[in-house]
């Protein structure tokens, strides 16, 4: 768990990030949590978002990598999301 200062260092850090993870139609698959453990162990900070077409919410979608990967979520605004691990 984060505690919030750390939340708002890391929420500072993922500003200047590119988007690198999206999440389209078909949702939270294997193969994304198989590409989101590489940027996770290549990047530690990862930046994703999550499509119009996509059934789910952004929350619902970082929530769903976090408890897969063993991330923690640092933030979610619209349909931006940031993971760390």
Request: charged content about 25%; some cysteine.
């Amino acid at each position: 768990m984060l505690t919030s200062k750390e939340r708002a260092e890391l929420r500072a850090k993922a500003n200047s990030l590119d988007t690198t993870l999206i999440v389209g139609k078909g949702g939270v698959s294997e193969a994304l949590i198989a590409d989101v453990e590489i940027q996770l162990d290549n990047r530690e900070l990862v930046k994703g978002k999550v499509l119009e077409t996509s059934l789910m919410s952004a929350r619902e979608a970082s929530d769903a990598i976090c408890e897969a990967t063993g991330a923690d979520g640092v933030s979610t605004v619209g349909a931006t999301f940031v993971i760390w691990r």
